[in-house]
């Protein structure tokens, strides 16, 4: 498995995974020049007796856009660019331009302390896309080893919840 790790324009980060070696050179685009600058915070919710985000960045976020404007699709007019490179890569994760959470811990208030009214920001969230090529007609997916593996309880009728994780790693023990 080959990796390779590009930055955005805007700053976040691009990671091109292939079966064959990424040829250098290849650019990472992004549908957003500007620096992402999430504005999100944590207010605590004393009825639900948890932490609440708010995040009005995602006002503006992509939402149903016309085909010709897909920003997870390939681009292929750099007047036009959305997520993805044109490129031999088949698994492509990146960040998301419109994160809510972070990868930093939720504040714990003390038992009897006074809640408090809001938290700051945290900083940088993991990637949270993971993409596999997969066929919904068969439930065939190319695992991360190249191997191909049958996934066909998606959702319904698990027997447990299903994640990513589940979903597209190889069985524990095969």
Do not use: C
């Not at 708010?54 to 750099?78: G, I, K």
């Not at 492509?92 to 009897?112: C, K, R």
């Amino acid at each position: 498995m080959h990796k390779t790790h590009l930055t955005k324009p805007d700053g976040r980060s691009l990671w091109l995974y292939a079966h064959r070696p990424i040829p250098d050179g290849l650019i990472a685009p992004s549908p957003n020049a500007q620096p992402v600058t999430p504005s999100s915070h944590l207010r605590w919710h004393p009825l639900r007796g948890e932490w609440v985000a708010y995040a009005s960045h995602r006002q503006n976020r992509t939402f149903l856009p016309p085909p010709e404007w897909n920003p997870l699709a390939v681009m292929t007019d750099p007047a036009v660019p959305t997520e993805l490179p044109p490129g031999p890569w088949e698994v492509a994760v990146f960040e998301n331009l419109f994160p809510t959470l972070s990868g930093q811990a939720v504040p714990q208030l003390p038992p009897g302390s006074p809640p408090a009214e809001a938290a700051p920001p945290a900083g940088p969230a993991p990637p949270p896309i993971a993409a596999a090529e997969y066929d919904p007609n068969t439930g065939t997916y190319v695992g991360p080893d190249g191997q191909i593996y049958t996934q066909a309880n998606l959702a319904r009728g698990a027997a447990e919840e299903q994640t990513w994780q589940t979903m597209l790693l190889p069985p524990m023990g095969n």
